[in-house]
């Protein structure tokens, strides 16, 4: 779900293009020494470390992706030497740009100024030892998870017993059996208890950093990423939640009475959080796979089971990957360069750890545009490499900017494009490209397929949004290491109202079991991206001349939404986000009334079936199992 390992790692210019740029920017043809008077003119500066950290993040993409695909104490080494030296530089860099004043550059270098203080996701303190350790920390927790296996009591570490994420998570999706499914759940939480120290210490570390750089801690690093002040991003991300909270309480409300119904009412009581292992997915994140059996409200009506057809079609994970292509270029984007099909990593092999967690790269800031995904033929990493396509495309769109500014607009504008491409598979496209049957419009159809996808898309809103409260917590110190997972289970409760399905303690480490806290990836952008694509669907099919409602579009071979998709996605980060979600949606602000107005059909069906339902759940206290240990 994601783009590149780290922010150091997600980024190159074409070295020539950066340089050259600043040249006839400042009309300056000599080019100047360094350290030499004329190197403080900032616009000469800028384009120096726009040439240096593009070099340098060749390097650290290369060894993040060697270890990504091959995991092994050397690879571990090699990327976390790398990462020390991305990290060296970048604070070397920062240190020297403070002699800067930002008034004196031009508009451009005075925006890549503010943009190198928020460049790395982790920034290390000054002192070279705790640089080190911290690389260290970080390389080893995202090894942990990435190698993480659940070996039942008394089994050797390689013993066949054992299992890793995938197998687990398969569990989750497809048993119905309670206990088997609390296993599973549990037993995947045991990865994380070990990084609780690892954790600590990184927090430590990273606010140093943070602080060296004149922010309060990472936190407040993190949310000022966004062209905005911490505390104003901080009440926006509150503000869109509240506009779209109804819809998640009217889909919880539902799950319940559903949940209810297959495990019975002792273990899921009305008015109670529901337990977390029930909905198909590890982290309670995303329905899906619980829509067929258990979520689905007319049975059968409108079947957009996919995975059949991808089986019989015979799909394999290059074809699905071309699929994600075909639609991208039927909106006039270019091919995929040759590079894309002949580096990527599109199967889980056979022979070697790899971290499986799907995400795309660029990893020379040019051309060289990768994905690594372990695909199977099956209509969720269907829609998964359509997402990834959608960094891909970002990346070739803003190739031609400097190091600085190839990035997403906010970071949330990254995780959004691929996501707005993946709305427009309608059952119409899906059709047009032979993966379902035609499906004749009804109501009964038109709630199944919201349903299906309210279990994705608006089952992950509190989810996307208690993440990053949790950890701005953490970095600020209003949640100290002894809270660590009651104040993880508060949110969760809250926010999602869900509870564990057995017993926590402080011995636990349950965020460390979800990959984006030992990857020390920032969260709010999958948030934010969950409300922007609708925002930016809503736009584009404007922009394509639909009429009907918002959920029949698809902008697939409109290449006329594909020109001002194109346009947006070439801006990059070269300015601040509202002027580059201004060009797209006419709007300066984020806005979560597209994804009301999609579902509207959904909610006013939901209303009718949630009437006379105790809705809502009484909080339980935080690490309590949701319901007493199942005694067979
Ligand atoms: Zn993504």
Known sequence: MERTAARLAAVAAAITVAVSLSVSLNGCTKAPEKGSETARNPDDFVARINKEMAELADEANAAGWVQSTYINVDTQLLNAKSG???????????????????????????RALHLLKLGVSAPAPNDAGKRKELTQLTTRMEAMYGEGKYCPEGAAGDSESCRNLDELSETLAKSRNYAELSAAWAGWHTVSRPMRKDYERFVTLANEGAQTLGFKDLGAMWRSNCDMAPEAFEQEAARLYGQVKPLYDGLHCYARGKLAKKYGEEKVPAGKPIPAHLFGNMWAQQWNKIYSDILEPYKGVANLNVDRALEQQKYDPKRMAQSAEQFYTSLGFPKLPETFWERSMLTRPRDREVVCHASAWHMDGNEDVRIKQCIVPAEEDLSVIYHEMGHVYYFLAYKDLPYLFQSSAHDGFHEAIGDTVVLSMTPGYLHTINLVGSVKPSKEAVINQQMKMAADKIAFLPFGKLIDEWRWKVFDGTIQPADYNKTWWELRTRYQGIAPP?????????????????????????FLAFIL????????????????????????????????????????????????????????????????????????????QNQGQACGWEPVASQEAATAPDKT
């Open 84 to 110: 020390e030296r991305y990290l060296a530089y970048f604070n070397k860099t920062v240190e020297e740009s403070k002699v800067f004043n930002a008034g004196a550059a031009s508009r451009d270098s005075a």
């Open 502 to 526: 057995v017993e926590r303690t402080e011995a636990d480490f349950d965020p460390g079991a979800k990959y984006h806290i030992p990857g020390n990836t920032p969260y709010t952008r999958y």
């Open 533 to 608: 694509q609708f925002q930016f669907h809503r736009a584009l099919c404007e922009a394509s001349g639909h009429t009907g409602p918002l959920h029949e579009c698809s902008i697939y071979g409109n290449q006329e939404a594909g020109k001002r998709f194109w346009e947006m996605l070439q801006a990059g980060q070269s300015r601040p986000w509202p002027e580059t979600l201004e060009k797209l949606t006419g709007k300066r602000e984020m806005d979560a009334s597209a994804i009301i107005d999609y579902f509207a059909p959904l909610m006013g069906w939901l209303e009718e």
